[in-house]
């Protein structure tokens, strides 16, 4: 199974890490997006390089407070996305221009 309980705060599971009650899905490409009529909540959404379609798929996909692009996305696609983001309203940080993102539990 892919699926691990490391102790009561942390539960990790393929792309999504539960720790503390902060919830983080990590989406790496299409097919890390839930099937159709299966949205996860989470606070951060961890958008990696190999991920090829919109905005409005991962919304479509997920509920996120936070959209954050990793250092493997190209700057040519965070331009892309960051346009996208701002006409649907979505929050977004980029760590390739503002460092690692970091949250206070």
């Known amino acids: 199974t892919d699926t691990l309980l490391l102790s009561n705060y942390l539960?990790?599971?393929k792309n999504y890490a539960d720790f503390n009650n902060l919830k983080v899905a990590i989406i790496g490409n299409n097919a890390n997006l839930p099937p159709a009529g299966h949205k996860i909540q989470v606070q951060y959404l961890v958008l990696s390089g190999?991920?090829?379609s919109n905005i409005a798929a991962l919304q479509n996909a997920c509920i996120f407070d936070k959209l954050i692009f990793d250092s493997s996305v190209s700057s040519h696609s965070i331009k892309k996305w960051e346009k996208e983001c701002e006409k649907l309203h979505?929050?977004?940080y980029d760590v390739n221009t503002q460092g690692?993102?970091?949250v206070n539990t």
Request: glycine residues 0%; proline residues 0%.
């Open 90 to 92: 979505v929050k977004y």
């Open 50 to 52: 190999d991920y090829k």
């Open 100 to 102: 690692a993102f970091i």
């Open 11 to 13: 539960y990790m599971s």
